[in-house]
């Protein structure tokens, strides 16, 4: 998991599309690249939709999920997480 502060934000554009273009090298089988912001669906979908990304970018408007990882959200964060499901069962 990638937290990062805002979508369209010149930092966090650059590194997202550092993921992107990354892509190959990060993962590995059962992995899943996923970005967190306290954006907006709507403007996650717009940004991803422009910039190609992907993988997922999750809303957390409330920061709930970023401070359950101790991720200020001020910076980018990168979580690496185990698995604890199987892979065709739906995170909530």
Known sequence: ??????DWS??????LCTFRDSLARLQEPNVEIL??????VWSHHAWAKHHEFPFKL???HRHTVARLYA?????LTLVRIPSMHPTNAKTR
């Open 71 to 75: 991720s200020s959200n001020i910076s």
């Open 10 to 15: 010149p930092g966090c554009t650059k590194e």
């Open 1 to 6: 998991m990638a937290f990062y502060p805002a």
């Open 58 to 60: 999750l809303s957390d």
């Open 35 to 40: 970005a967190i912001s306290g954006d907006y």
